[in-house]
């Protein structure tokens, strides 16, 4: 199906959309238009799928970050409270995340304030992020649905307001995912420097290892958020490329849409429709596992600790410590079987998304179609 996408976007890139046009108006066999297809279009497809394989692939790993971060954050802070130091500045080295370089202890306040607000912004926005992608399924079929069996008059009515609202959820997520984005490029960014003024400054090991520890599980945590915000770009371009070109033809007088025509642009399209509707899926999956998770387990633990860097007994410091390495463990097995419960019914999706797609448009009845627009 690939080649069809291809060919697709070939003839846009290369200003031959007429072409199109005119080769829908002949009377072809599909056999003659597979055969044109197929000696015009490259061989190589694979890379389409490449990104979107990999986060399938690694989201369940990254959402770790989340619990096993504020885990080893908490167990910093009580470390901190055990003593503060000031950092040594390397020569000729500008400071430029941490606010106070006289005060390990107040670092490591600004880096769990950081943290908490970051963490805080990202489950409220996920959770739009999934509220917005969860219609757009829907949309998709009911714009593939007009194509297929609108009269004339309604397809130019209704088709446009459909592009016109997925392009408004596409876009609001893309707009929302750029927001935890930002915010947890900057927690790194501080963690990063604190980690590096640590090596040049003479401190308990222990230290060292612990933010060399919540380091990693942030950086997994923002790679994560950052391929939730590469893939709804790409998804939002795919879109746009796609039905804005069945758009103009649409509303292009000099398009006869025929029963042939229809069929032919909805077998175009039916690649790039599966695999928006993939990703929009991926996304929605893992958006709401996240706001799960942080409704299950983060937010108490973001609410619960922060007097931790003020502990001032030894054996109230052992005993949290002790405490977070056994709950952490835990944790980790709930939040994994959750994820791999959310990950298992994407696969069981995802398997059938072909055949479901064309089960559906051969079934629904011009009936349904009203019954689907309300």
Do not use: C
Not at 110 to 132: I, M, P, Y
Not at 145 to 150: G, H
Not at 355 to 364: M, S, V, W
């Amino acid at each position: 199906m690939w080649m069809f996408l291809t060919l697709f976007i070939w003839l846009i890139a290369n200003d031959q959309q007429f072409i199109l046009a005119n080769s829908l108006t002949k009377d072809l066999s599909i056999d003659s238009m597979i055969s044109y297809i197929t000696a015009i279009a490259p061989r190589d497809l694979a890379e389409h799928k490449i990104e979107n394989e990999r986060l399938i692939q690694e989201w369940q790993d990254w959402i770790l970050g989340n619990v096993m971060g504020i885990n080893y954050l908490n167990s910093l802070m009580v470390h901190a409270s055990k003593q503060d130091f000031a950092f040594t500045i390397p020569s000729g080295y500008s400071v430029g995340y941490v606010q106070n370089k006289t005060s390990f202890r107040q670092t490591v306040s600004q880096l769990a304030t950081e943290t908490r607000n970051a963490l805080s912004g990202a489950r409220e926005d996920l959770n739009r992020v999934h509220t917005g992608l969860e219609r757009v399924p829907e949309k998709l079929k009911t714009m593939v649905l007009l194509m297929k069996q609108a009269p004339l008059e309604l397809l130019l009515m209704l088709f446009p307001d459909s592009f016109n609202d997925i392009e408004k959820l596409t876009n609001d997520s893309l707009v929302v995912l750029r927001k935890p984005e930002k915010s947890f490029e900057q927690v790194l960014n501080l963690l990063t420097e604190i980690n590096h003024l640590l090596t040049t400054t003479q401190t308990d090991q222990m230290i060292s290892l612990q933010v060399s520890d919540i380091k990693i599980q942030w950086t997994y945590l923002t790679q994560m958020i950052k391929e939730l915000s590469e893939r709804a770009e790409v998804t939002r371009n795919k879109f746009l490329l796609q039905f804005n070109y069945i758009l103009e033809r649409i509303l292009d007088p000099k398009f006869p849409l025929t029963d042939d025509n229809r069929n032919f642009i909805i077998f175009l399209l039916l690649p790039a429709l599966i695999e928006i509707d993939q990703t929009s899926d991926i996304l929605g999956t893992i958006t709401k596992v996240y706001t799960d998770m942080s409704f299950l387990y983060t937010d108490e633990e973001l609410g619960s600790y922060g007097h931790l860097i003020l502990l001032t007994k030894e054996e109230d410091r052992k005993r949290y410590l002790k405490q977070f390495q056994y709950g952490l463990l835990k944790q980790v097995i709930q939040i994994a079987r959750l994820a791999s419960e959310r990950h298992s019914g994407f696969i069981r999706r995802d398997k059938n998304r072909k055949e479901n797609y064309e089960k559906f448009l051969a079934e629904t009845s011009p009936d349904d179609l009203m019954s689907l627009l309300g």
